[in-house]
């Protein structure tokens, strides 16, 4: 087999690194997203056939029939999953990132005489499991095969504690021995430390986490680079590990928390899972020809999309919705929470596939003060985004996290499935305020509806 050139190696590693960065680029706006994920996918395929033309791999039929398994699982997976559970494959592909990283540090211990390469290896072995075990927990509370709200028991900082110092020191002995066996304890604890640190994160907190353990895997993918001596690794490591941790710094501020504070406020009471009790209080319910009525003859609506339009995958009927009512000359404009869903993005994304103008989304710093000119405020699905708790109760476990203006519009529209509270498991007062009306159902059936009914007037 003729091998590639160095030279050509490193050029087509360069390109390689050079649409990574592009793609990170694209992928920063809702209108290039699509083009940075095709660049992005473009400077892996690069990656990929680079390595098989400059390398002397052995077993080469194992690999190319792990590729082709890992495809054909794989593609289907995503082609098929919902919005709603877009968070959830995302959680999923970051762990199995940081695992595989992790079982390749593994492999190459014995292969390591350098005590910086195994160095390199440790951090790999670590970092790379805590992403693996902790993007599982996120997965199951997501997917809701476990309790969103935070699992604490007595001792917990203690056993996390000892955990960590384990990890440490079984560490040091396998850089200055390279002891097989200790390794694998490393990577058993790093296992440990990725559920222990993820447990305790409940609520609206765990996209965040989400991003955290993105930036994890990033650093490790970055540390086996080193380790297997690959530049575009290191490169491609790095760049996903600057990114998640600017994004995880960026979400936790939209909320108005500190990191350490998401990840360690379960210990002092603090984290943003509150009670999921019902209140007995009395609301004002509507029809769909009462909602009609006040979107019809309204001269600027504003909606807000939270994670029911999501499961209702009502995105297509509130994007025909806003068309109705522009036909009539209504200004509309949708309100997008920098945490709104379950992932960074994820009402972008949901609008954008509906074919929402990239015009209408507006930011919550954007779309703030606008709300005092909206004569209806829509919200469909979203509850914790929009809580005034946040800015006027000091004992809300989300105080201080900033939301969505939506008590500054003149009347306030609620769809709504249930009284349970959103995510975070807090009451939201404004359900109860006068200008407030709720439309109980699925968001989807209830956005037909009214819409059939704006249709009508």
């Given amino acids: ?60 039929p194992w690999i190319l029939a792990a590729i082709a398994v890992g495809s054909a699982v794989a593609a289907p997976v995503a082609r098929r999953v919902r919005m709603t559970q877009m968070p959830q494959l995302v959680a999923l592909f970051n762990g199995v990132g940081g695992g595989a990283a992790a079982l390749v540090a593994l492999l190459e211990l014995s292969h390591a005489d350098d005590p ?35 699992v604490v028991f007595p001792g917990l900082p203690v056993v ?12 040091v002995v396998v850089i200055f021995t390279g002891s097989l066996p200790l390794a694998v304890l490393l990577l058993a604890l790093g296992l440990a430390a ?58 936790a501020a939209a909320m108005g928390r500190s990191v350490t504070g ?17 209140s007995e209080r009395p609301v004002r319910s509507s029809s769909a020809e009462d909602v009609a009525v006040l979107l019809g003859y309204a001269q600027r609506v504003i909606i807000v999309p939270g994670y029911g ?11 025909e919705l806003a068309q109705a009512l522009e036909a009539r000359g209504i200004e509309v404009d949708f309100a997008i929470h920098p945490v709104a869903g379950r992932m960074p993005g ?28 909206a004569d209806v405020a829509l ?26 203006e939506v008590a500054e519009a003149r009347q306030v529209v609620f769809l709504k499935r249930s009284m349970r509270p959103g995510f975070a498991g807090i009451e939201n007062d404004l359900l109860y305020e006068p200008q407030t009306s709720l439309l109980f159902g699925d968001a989807k059936d209830s956005l037909a509806q009214v819409l059939g009914a704006v249709k009508a007037l």
């Fill in 309 to 319: 339009l999501a499961v209702a995958q009502g995105q297509h009927t509130a994007a």
């Fill in 116 to 150: 910086w390469v195994r160095l390199a290896i440790v951090f790999t072995l670590l970092v790379g499991a805590v992403s693996f075990a902790g993007s599982g927990v996120t997965f199951a509370k997501l997917q809701e095969l476990m309790t969103t709200r935070p």
């Fill in 262 to 278: 998401i990840l360690f406020g379960a210990f002092k009471g603090s984290s943003t899972a509150g009670s999921t009790a019902v």
């Fill in 160 to 171: 996390m504690g000892a955990v960590l110092l384990a990890a440490v020191a079984a560490a």
């Fill in 346 to 373: 994820h009402m972008n994304v949901l609008l954008a596939e509906a074919n929402v103008p990239y015009e209408s989304l507006k930011e919550m710093g954007e779309i703030n003060p606008e709300f005092k000119t």
């Fill in 1 to 60: 087999m003729i091998l590639l050139d160095p030279v050509w190696t490193s050029l087509l590693y360069l390109i390689a690194a050079v649409f990574f960065i592009l793609a990170l680029r694209g992928l920063s706006s809702p209108r290039t997203a699509r083009r940075g994920n095709l660049i992005g996918a473009a400077g892996a395929l690069i990656a990929v056939v680079t390595v098989f033309l400059s390398s002397r791999l052995d077993n080469i």
């Fill in 194 to 251: 990725g559920v222990l640190l993820v447990l305790p994160v409940g609520g609206a907190d765990v996209p965040i986490v989400i991003s955290l353990l993105n930036a994890f895997t990033g650093l490790a993918v970055a540390a086996s680079g080193v380790v297997l001596g690959n530049v575009l690794l290191v490169v491609a490591g790095t760049l996903v590990g600057a990114s998640g941790t600017i994004l995880t710094r960026a979400m």
């Fill in 379 to 404: 919200v469909v699905g979203a509850n914790d985004v929009v809580n005034p708790a946040a800015k006027t109760s000091s004992g809300s476990p989300i105080y201080g996290m900033p939301i969505l």
